[in-house]
């Protein structure tokens, strides 16, 4: 799979522009187009300089930013791999996603070896608004965190994320290693059962967080109206909060961080 039937299968057909960006002499450039040649033509002449380059993943109006994203054509994920990283290789990359996938959600139709990790692709039949897009990325990205996919948290919910186009090269390091597609289906996949799986499988796993919680984290009574709750008492009774505080909340998922910090919110000493 060349870049340009790469990028015919992720970014958009509606109208809007493009963006393209590179880096280059430790400096980041951006420029905005209006369709997938110019794109091309781009990516081509930035790759002869040996610069990074990428493009936005998405359709967008005057900026390059999440609120003026319009459309979108897939879901992705970035895992990166290599020295310090939860991953020491591509290989142990693409297995620990392939295992996140059978646990209920589906693999992904494109792989895109980056040169320092993993790209994954969900490319969707046609295209949907942003507004219908988020929900499904925000999704996937809190399933990454609870089954522990180290999958960067930062990109995967992203609108405007730019993400590396194969056929060019990661120049990070002193040797360009060569952005390529590594596997390619001809499948697509249709946007709402995709959400579907991803509310089901994410249901699931919550309910999952949620049994692990003993009878005795719930046994105190509530207090009555006027009365003030207090996050000491809370935490004298609940393992799982007293738990969190005793380590800071190192290690764990973002839905039971943030169920907790709602619990400390109608608490009078919560901060």
């Given at each position: 799979?060349?870049?340009?039937?790469?990028?015919?299968?992720?970014?958009?057909?509606?109208?809007?522009?493009?963006?393209?960006?590179?880096?280059?002499?430790?400096?980041?450039?951006?420029?905005?187009?209006?369709?997938?040649?110019?794109?091309?033509?781009?990516?081509?002449?930035?790759?002869?300089?040996?610069?990074?380059?990428?493009?936005?993943?998405?359709?967008?109006?005057?900026?390059?930013?999440?609120?003026?994203?319009?459309?979108?054509?897939?879901?992705?994920?970035?895992?990166?791999?290599?020295?310090?990283?939860?991953?020491?290789?591509?290989?142990?990359?693409?297995?620990?996603?392939?295992?996140?996938?059978?646990?209920?959600?589906?693999?992904?139709?494109?792989?895109?070896?980056?040169?320092?990790?993993?790209?994954?692709?969900?490319?969707?039949?046609h295209d949907i608004s942003t507004e219908s897009w988020?929900?499904?990325?925000?999704?996937?990205?809190?399933?990454?965190?609870?089954?522990?996919?180290?999958?960067?948290?930062?990109?995967?919910?992203?609108?405007?994320?730019?993400?590396?186009?194969?056929?060019?090269?990661?120049?990070?390091?002193?040797?360009?290693?060569?952005?390529?597609?590594?596997?390619?289906?001809?499948?697509?996949f249709k946007p709402k059962r995709l959400q579907k799986?991803?509310?089901?499988?994410?249901?699931?796993?919550?309910?999952?967080?949620?049994?692990?919680?003993?009878?005795?984290?719930?046994?105190?009574?509530?207090?009555?109206?006027?009365?003030?709750?207090?996050?000491?008492?809370?935490?004298?009774?609940?393992?799982?909060?007293?738990?969190?505080?005793?380590?800071?909340?190192?290690?764990?998922?973002?839905?039971?961080?943030?169920?907790?910090?709602?619990?400390?919110?109608?608490?009078?000493?919560?901060?």
């Amino acid at each position: 799979m060349d870049a340009k039937d790469f990028l015919q299968r992720v970014l958009p057909d509606s109208d809007g522009n493009l963006y393209g960006a590179v880096v280059a002499n430790g400096k980041f450039y951006q420029h905005k187009f209006t369709n997938i040649q110019a794109l091309i033509h781009y990516a081509d002449k930035c790759k002869e300089k040996r610069c990074d380059v990428y493009f936005a993943t998405g359709r967008f109006g005057e900026r390059r930013t999440a609120s003026d994203c319009r459309n979108k054509r897939a879901l992705y994920l970035d895992i990166d791999t290599g020295h310090g990283k939860l991953y020491s290789t591509k290989k142990d990359a693409v297995k620990a996603l392939y295992d996140f996938c059978d646990s209920g959600f589906t693999r992904p139709n494109i792989l895109v070896d980056s040169g320092g990790g993993i790209h994954a692709y969900w490319t969707f039949t046609h295209d949907i608004s942003t507004e219908s897009w988020l929900p499904m990325a925000t999704a996937l990205k809190e399933l990454c965190e609870i089954h522990g996919l180290d999958a960067d948290p930062t990109v995967t919910a992203d609108a405007a994320r730019i993400l590396r186009i194969p056929g060019t090269y990661n120049v990070k390091n002193d040797s360009p290693r060569e952005v390529k597609v590594i596997h390619a289906t001809t499948k697509e996949f249709k946007p709402k059962r995709l959400q579907k799986s991803l509310g089901v499988l994410k249901g699931k796993s919550l309910s999952k967080l949620g049994a692990l919680a003993q009878e005795m984290d719930l046994d105190f009574a509530a207090s009555g109206e006027g009365v003030p709750f207090f996050a000491g008492k809370i935490i004298e009774r609940c393992n799982v909060l007293k738990y969190t505080y005793e380590t800071g909340g190192a290690n764990q998922v973002e839905p039971l961080w943030m169920a907790q910090l709602s619990l400390m919110a109608y608490a009078v000493d919560g901060s």
